[in-house]
């Protein structure tokens, strides 16, 4: 799969070590997730098994197959979605959140605030899908984050798979998952190893999901 780029580092859960317990977290009072913790666990048990090449690998693949798997748990039916879903700032659902954004300061996609959205101009907003245009700011980390080097890229951002959180604003519905279009290409710089994730799975705003299980421990048993 190729070496561990510090980026892919950055956005795999805190939760992908490989002594991570799976957890249950609790509901949000009395109105849970629709996506109960059997389904995710049932689907964990589903999910194929990865064979990497490397340690790295497998502590990766294995983060990449279970935030894949809880999304797809965690993502309600278009017929149960609630009316607005939003976007949680730097993954975090204790932070204001952002519904339709202009992002003309910037809207943080990172909790490490290296990958930024501006200037955005939405198409369309739904409680299932969000797709919008504007400049996707990304820092390339060389030779670190604190000292890389930003890139103003040119993007389509189109924001999927909704989950129930818990905020302190109440029960509400976060896009789970972040994928991009690139019309002018990507510089020489983020391209190969050093390229963003895409799709971008959430894993911060998927474990916030109450209801669900943390599925690592549960995938990597098998």
Not at 60 to 77: H, L, R
Not at 132 to 153: I, Q
Request: with cysteine; charged share 10%; aromatic share 8%.
């Amino acid at each position: 799969m190729g070496r561990l780029t510090p980026r892919a580092v950055r956005h795999v859960t805190a939760c992908g070590a490989l002594g991570c317990a799976a957890v249950l977290l609790a509901a949000c009072g009395s109105s849970g997730s629709t996506a109960p913790a059997t389904a995710a666990a049932s689907a964990a048990a589903a999910a194929p098994a990865t064979t990497p090449a490397s340690p790295a690998g497998t502590a990766f693949s294995a983060s990449a197959t279970v935030t894949a798997t809880a999304s797809a748990a965690a993502s309600a039916p278009a017929s149960q979605a609630a009316a607005r879903a939003f976007l949680a700032p730097g993954q975090d659902i204790n932070a204001a959140p952002l519904y339709r954004p202009a992002c003309a300061s910037g809207c943080q996609l990172s909790s490490d605030a290296t990958a930024f959205l501006y200037r955005m101009t939405w198409r369309t907003w739904s409680a299932a899908e969000a797709v919008g245009a504007g400049t996707y700011r990304l820092d390339d980390c060389d030779p670190s984050c604190a000292a890389g080097t930003v890139y103003p890229v040119a993007a389509v951002v189109t924001l999927s798979q909704p989950v129930k959180a818990c905020s302190p604003s109440g029960t509400r519905w976060f896009f789970s998952r972040a994928s991009f279009a690139f019309p002018h290409g990507l510089p020489k710089q983020l391209q190969g190893a050093s390229a963003p994730q895409n799709p971008w799975v959430f894993s911060s705003v998927i474990a916030a999901a109450p209801g669900l299980l943390t599925v690592l421990d549960l995938t990597l048993r098998r």
